[in-house]
């Protein structure tokens, strides 16, 4: 289908797979006799996603956020992808700016550099000054981009609809990840998605008994000079928070405590958002994270988002809890509890994976157990037994997996339970009492007494249905229709076969009595009735697959 198509990136694209040696997909391409699919080595998947530019860079980060769909070394070697792309020259960048200014770019800006501080996929940033003096972040869409982008998601779209019709792409919904990471793809062409993202996390950051919130910055957003490929927020003076040069400051505090102060309110920060707020920054690497001149902590680019709802957020602490106390029957039920499809699974064995996994940290000290580590082993599990869990678990994952990361480079003396058991105590009293516990104790109150008053009625209707023998019961069982149909069939073959027989068998008894023309046609063509039934039987149960 790709083959017979003249688009010049189709053809540089398939050029790219072949060149890198993903014999699979070639034989998918040219229409070629395909196995059971295989990916490329993780070295060969980041060499293509290179090859074919920004825009699948930017799908290959996306990638790195599905532990539930990659295994660790995938996702290890997808999270080194960054934006290494040369920055558009200031003549085409000052075209962009013009076109998407109200009023003429020197009546609003002051200055800007037009070298810029980071260049991307998707966009490039310049420092400049407003006319009023204040100094803002100009986030500049890359000319063209949009048009490239849409060309590259329908070639994904396409690829996607090849690999569907596999019993891989079933099994994972291949379509409906690709849509996944098209709408992500699309969404980064609007920056004014991202301005709401940060409003937002500022406004949910700026109250917590966790931490201090005057330590924690995210820029405000200018909305008066954002538009969908502009972006004007506030500048925030300060260097990568691995960069940081930390020196004793006024209050005495030597840079090792000031370190464990600062991993300490990165934790805190990220368990609100994750646990209480539902709504987080999903890409906490090194270069989002600055160190002020100030001595505060900013969040930068709030492109990359994520979102709990409360169910999912109960069931991620808990999960919490059982991974601290080794318990691979309780990670097997929240798991279940967490899972998107209802196909059957057989817990016995999802239990025994969880134990087998878990039971290599059984003699290892809590505070030396790589969490993050732990979690995607989780998801791996999960993916082994077929259990397809929400899309938004990868980001949950992979967000952890960055903190804690990031903690350890910043602070190798991090101890992850000291850090986190405080937090997880709070989290616990909250699910059990909530925010205000008077409310709460009448809430429970409301909800005994309706209790009380229902059950007398509910327990004198059962009595009168059972004495009157109008009970009934609505039982379902899975997999019982395909039980039924299955027998169906049987039942049908064997009736069929018995009507074969019975013919040829009358058609025998008529033709050695035969003493007339008549009988021996009747003979002749019970016969042929007969063996062409006989042979549409056997042609169906061929064609059946179940011999």
Known sequence: MFLTQTVPRQREIIEVLLRNGWDYMRRLLTGGKTDEPQLPTPAVLKNILVDLGPVYVKLGQLLSTRPDLLNAAYIEELSTLQDEVPPVPWPEIEVVIRQQLKRPLEETFATINPIPVAAGSIAQTHRATLADGREVALKVQRPGIDLTVAQDIALIQGIADLVARTEFGQTYEIKSIAEEFTKALEAELDFTQEASFTDQLRHNLSSSRWYDPTQIVVAEINWDLTTPKLLVMEWLDGVPILSAKLDNDNNGKDPATKRKDITTLLFRVFFQQLYIDGFFHADPHPGNLFYLKDGRVALLDCGMVGRLDPRTQQIL?????????????????????????????????????????????????????????????????????????????????????????????????????????????????????????????????????????????????????????????????????????????????????????????????????????????????????????GLWLIISILRSGRV
Not at 326 to 331: E, F, K, W, Y
Not at 380 to 392: D, F, G, T
Not at 485 to 493: F, I, K, L, Q
């Open 317 to 533: 602490t808990e999960m919490l809890l059982a991974i601290v106390d080794l318990d691979a029957g309780r990670c097997a039920q929240l798991t279940l509890q967490l899972a998107d499809s209802t196909e059957p699974v057989i817990l016995a064995r999802l239990e025994n994976d969880y134990d087998r996994m878990l039971r290599k940290y059984v003699n290892v000290n809590l505070s030396q157990i790589n969490f993050s580590q732990v979690i995607y082993e989780i998801l791996q599990v999960a993916r082994n037994n077929k259990i397809r869990l929400p899309s938004n678990m990868g980001l949950y994952a992979k967000t952890l997996a960055n903190l804690e990361g990031l903690a350890r480079g910043f602070n190798p003396e991090l101890n992850f339970i000291d850090e986190i058991q405080p937090l997880l105590t709070d989290l616990f009293r909250r699910q059990l009492i909530g925010e205000n516990p008077v409310r709460s104790l009448l809430r429970t109150a409301l909800d005994l007494k309706s209790l009380s008053l229902q059950t007398p009625r509910h327990i004198e209707l059962l009595l009168d249905r059972v004495t009157s023998e109008t009970l009934q019961w609505n039982v379902s069982i899975r997999g019982l229709d395909a039980l039924r149909r299955t027998t169906d069939d049987a039942a049908n073959r064997l009736s069929f076969s018995i009507l074969v027989g019975s013919l040829i068998m009358g058609a025998a008894i008529i033709s050695s009595n035969a003493q007339a023309s008549q009988l021996s046609l009747i003979s002749n063509i019970l016969f042929a009735t007969a063996s062409l039934l």
